[in-house]
């Protein structure tokens, strides 16, 4: 066949989706539900702040970037990290043969369920299948699961692991986000054998969705049933995040979505929030950022999805960012509106990274204290002072002033606040001492105890309105 994959779509698939990272949608792509009980759950996300996302499949064995390296048209970045000794379709099967020797009998369901509600997460965003099209629930559609005959972890208590992962997330009280892609690399109702766009596969399909409408609607009704089964057998789903964005009507690959969510919603779960990304349009109720963070505050849903590590996946060389760290991203995307969905690879063993537990643990530990200037609030004008310190935060009439510190900095005292008004208290939070205020031209000077001097700096403090 002919390819017909042309230089424009090439140039705008590298614009979406660069090295794995995909772009963000813009504000004015976003658009406002008219359902009243989608936009009472669109506030219930925003209350959130926090999320614990995880990429976790076969891929995990070899600590390599999911999926990606099966994408010819990506192999110069996503196979520069092995010596695979093969190319090509050889490749391929030594990727997708690695479903055979996935084995995580160590995997604890309450464990990282107790872990995630101690870090102060609120939702899970999990993978249910990447783009090499692994399902790690107990699906019909394919042989290529986690309870399939060939994955050795199929005789496991555990085999199903999304149902067991999302029943023990939801006995914590923490919500289910199930992550999707829409490309299967896996399906030849997707990658047709013989049907190669040339002698290099993409992300794409290996055909014309237009020349050969018969296979593309086998694909249109695989990825239905998939979607289906986990949105009425697998319990209560609070959003369906949908990846590989390039699956859209208006590049041709067009997986009627919209028909999908709808009749979902009639018939299911009318709760469901869809985050269909960087498509932008009615099905993308929350925009997703990938490995950053808007420059200013965004005024509608969103969350940055954002490694604790460098990888999405499990890396075994991988560095962690330190707690500080975190909560300093944390409270930045918090000024500016958002969530965070932290992402954690688990090791192919089932356990989590030993570093990853202690910074979940660490996480948790600064939120309990001053969780109140996080959850369930909303951007403040301004969000940050003109010196760059300071993040502020608002629920309702009160207004959070955050500190961030860098390692071995010191504590001033004295923090001016620019804000006026008859404010009469202030309280930093985790002491129940209240503050002295003093009105200024230049804004409310908050005076805090000479006692927070000494010590070690701490991560953050707040100090509440």
Known sequence: MADTHTTEETQAEETAVHEGVHNYSSEDEWVKPDD???????????????GLMMHWGPYSQLGVVESWALSDGDADWARDCIDW?????????????????FNPIRFQPELWADLAAEG?????TFTTKHHDGFCMWDTHTTDYRIT??????????????????????????????????????????????????????????????????????KFVQFTQQQMTELLTQYGRIDMLWLDAGWVNAQRGQDIRLGEFVERIRREHQPWLLSADRTVG??????????????????????????????????????????????????????????????????????RL????????????AWLKINGDAIYGTRVCQPYASENGKLRFTQKGNQIYAIRLYEQDETVEVEWTLPFTGSWETAQLLGSEEPLTLRPTEGGIIVTLPESMRSGDTPIALCVRL
Not at 36 to 50: A, C, I
Not at 292 to 311: A, F, N, Q, Y
Not at 353 to 364: D, F, H, S, T, W
């Open 281 to 350: 349009g009615p099905y993308e109720n929350v925009i997703t950022p990938e490995q950053t963070l808007p420059e200013r505050p965004l005024h509608v849903p969103w969350e940055s999805c954002i490694t604790m590590g460098t990888s999405f996946s499990f890396n075994y060389e991988d560095t962690y960012k330190s707690v500080r760290e975190l909560v300093h991203l944390l409270v930045e995307i918090v000024a500016k509106g958002g969530n965070l969905a932290l992402n954690v690879g688990p090791q192919p063993d089932g």
């Open 120 to 124: 102060g997460f609120k939702y899970l």
């Open 148 to 217: 399939g005959s060939d994955t050795p972890f199929h005789r496991h208590k555990y085999a199903d692991i999304c149902r067991h992962l999302f029943d023990a997330f939801r006995s914590r009280g923490l919500a289910i986000s199930a992550y999707f892609s829409k490309a299967d690399w896996h399906t030849p109702d997707y990658w047709a054998p013989g049907m190669e766009r040339g002698e290099k596969m993409w992300r794409g399909p290996s055909y014309n969705p237009q020349e050969y409408p018969w296979l593309w609607e």
């Open 353 to 364: 990274p030993r570093a990853a537990i202690e910074r979940m643990k660490g996480l948790g």
């Open 85 to 101: 000794g093969v190319e090509g379709e050889a490749l391929k099967r030594e990727y997708f043969d690695l479903n055979k020797t």
């Open 36 to 50: 009243p009980l989608l936009l009472e759950r669109l506030e219930w996300f925003k209350d959130q702040k926090l």
